[in-house]
Nanobody
Framework: QVQLVEAGGGLVQAGGSLRLSCEVS????????MGWFRQAPGKEREFVAT??????YYADSVESRFTIWRENVENTAYLEMSSLKPEDTAVYYC??????????????????WGQGTQVTVSS
């Protein structure tokens, strides 16, 4: 059984930083592409960032402010968020894919999902 467990969400002031983590169990982590998505109240879930063995890719809205990376020995993916804005407020979801792609922004390409962690940015 594959499990993705997120941690690191919380309340932060605009301009601040947060680091999210996503620990994976039940699959060979090295073989997985990892992604982060978010869903703000009243909006659809949207792509944030992804990382595979070939590289990483970001949504335009977070490019240069967010960094995704992975520590294979820890079976964990991370999302470092800086210069946070109130519009970054959302539930952030970690996702994992067994598909072989460089990057994917589509939810359907991801096979496993975490439970989500709330990030709230106050103005």
């Amino acid at each position: 059984q594959v499990q993705l467990v997120e941690a690191g969400g919380g309340l932060v002031q605009a301009g601040g930083s947060l680091r999210l983590s996503c620990e994976v169990s039940g699959r060979s982590f090295r073989r997985l592409a990892m992604g982060w998505f978010r869903q703000a109240p009243g909006k659809e879930r949207e792509f944030v960032a992804t990382i595979s063995s070939r590289g990483s890719y970001y949504a335009d809205s977070v490019e240069s402010r967010f960094t995704i990376w992975r520590e294979n020995v820890e079976n964990t993916a991370y999302l470092e968020m800086s210069s946070l804005k109130p519009e970054d407020t959302a539930v952030y979801y970690c996702a994992a894919s067994e598909k072989d792609f460089y990057f994917s922004t589509g939810e359907d390409d991801y096979d496993y999902w975490g439970q989500g962690t709330q990030v709230t940015v106050s103005s």
